[in-house]
């Protein structure tokens, strides 16, 4: 038994399926003679096709974002075409018979090794260069989590270092059942697609592809952030049948998503759903979502393979407006940076604190020529949507002061008059911003004079606030929603949005959580925004509880001094409201 974070409720039970940050061949298969021709080949294809990604990256980010950050890409070419590069590949795959992956995998640690020598900076973030064109060849050459890569029995429980989000798209075309990772945290990328898709996850299990061998049998309880390897068979026995216990209730809650949520007593919810692309906004509809409460338009571009243009950023943003339920859909600009970065914008990974630095609006409003592409195409693809244009909201990240307001709100302006300009169609929609710095919490009440609407993102505003970063291990304990610092801020926000009259919705992940939604319940909070997974069971504890027994248990709950105090108290009141859903909270 391995103790990891549990980041996505439920119980799952399958057989492991390992996989490298980059590479899935971890094992060096040795070709035969007559496999050689085409592995080499194959190599060249890859080649031929990074080099092609690599031209169209340079042309399209110096357009868009100027030389510098094309140049970036001029490197990366001039990587690919040394010839003592490719010459190493191939008199691997010749003279040893190894795979291309195993190849790349090999040069790959033959290049750590030899930067990890040196203290100069410079040569050393020259091997982040090496590494991603590493990389990009690796995509083509590798079976990374396609149907066809592996003829493993039943559901598959994959283990790796870190979900990619290119990793996460082909998650869909397999029966995935249970996500381990080495590293992450209750916001990572993996913690976030897992809750999506309502699979089981445990994340930051340290070790875990050391332990853990594809084939083995796992268990994954996300509950408590356990992992089982190759349990005994009375043990397995007893978590199949938790397995069976929670996919029945997740059939049972399903059936609710034709019916209006509501508290017992008549007191209507919003119950919104977070997405990452149009196939999360479709389960958002399947789920019984109302609307689409925050639309992360980073993994466009994370899961791109160049930088998408105004025109393909348009059919991006309007395929989810017509995929969303009701149309109704708040797209947030670029939230870039932090546990996030694309090379094309000059961000790496190089900063001392990088979710106190250069990210987010900054990083927008430093690269004015690629924010307005984003903004046009956003205005643009409302203006499509006719009648329904009045349901797009255009949501920024990281907003810290009032000028940043006014100052984004001079640019959609001149992004307006410029598309009124060359005659093309678009629409003018609400401005709001994304509460996740304290000191926006503190001035909220002049916020929110000069948006239209709020967004909480609970996420970053709980690590802020604990000055602890999430994904660190040696202190994300730290970053608790049910805190009472954390509890008694959001209380402020919700009450002065709340009396200023304007709309405020919740899209952290704490808005899935029972407990958490209790409580923002009865903080007077009716605008919830979480993982199309999460909204069945969200939508059923409503219906146990008053808005006044909201009330009742939340002034219970301040006065507590300690998150584990709070966190006991919530979890007996829920045992009492709706035992069954115990399931599906994670500790």
Known sequence: MRKGVAVSPGVAVGTAYCI???????????????????????????????????????QKVTAQVGEAAGRIFAVHASILADPAFTKRIRNWIGDEKVTAAAALQRLLNDYASLFARTKDEYLRERFTDIRDVVMRLSAHVSEVLKPQSHVLPGPLIVVTDELLPSQAVTLGNVDVRGIVTQAGSQTSHAAIIARSRGIPAVC?????????????TLVVDGREGVVLINPPPETLSAYRKLEREFFHLKDQLAANRDHAAATSDGV??????????AADARAATAMGATGIGL????????????????????????????????????????DIGGDKTVPYLGHTHQEANPFLGWRSIRLSFEHPDFFNVQLR???????AAGEKSGNVRLLFPMITTVEEIHKVRRIVRRAEQQLQREGKPYASVPLGMMLEVPAAAVSIRAML????????????????????????????????????????????????????????????EMAGQPRAFVLL???????????PAFIPSVKELATHLTAKDAQTILKRALRFSTTAGVK????????????????????
């Open 449 to 508: 004079r000069v948006v239209d609407f709020v967004s909480v993102g609970s996420n970053d505003l709980v690590q802020y606030l604990m000055a602890a970063d999430r994904d660190n291990p040696k202190v994300n304990h730290l970053c608790q929603p049910l805190s009472p610092p954390v509890l008694r801020v959001l209380y402020s926000v919700i009450k002065a949005c709340n009396k200023a009259g304007k709309p405020l919705t919740l899209c952290g």
């Open 377 to 383: 195409a956003i205005l643009r693809a409302a203006g």
């Open 295 to 334: 639309f992360r338009t980073e993994y466009l571009y994370l899961t791109h393979p160049t930088v998408p243009d105004e025109d393909e950023q348009f059919q991006a943003y309007s395929e989810i407006i017509a995929s969303s339920p009701g149309h109704r859909v708040t797209i947030r600009t670029l």
């Open 204 to 216: 930051g299990l340290r070790g875990a592809l050391k332990h853990v061998t594809t084939g083995d």
């Open 521 to 531: 319940l009865g903080m007077g909070l009716r605008s919830f925004s979480m993982s």
């Open 20 to 58: 490298d940050e980059i590479f899935v061949d971890h094992d060096a298969k040795q070709l035969a003679e007559d496999e050689v021709a085409s592995e080499l080949a194959l190599y060249e294809t890859a080649r031929d096709k990074v080099a092609a990604e690599l031209h169209n990256l340079e």
């Open 268 to 277: 209507a919810l919003e119950l919104l759903a977070n997405i990452n692309n």
């Open 568 to 587: 006991r108290f919530m979890s007996e009141q829920l045992q009492q409201l709706a035992p069954n859903l115990a399931l599906l909270e994670t500790t």
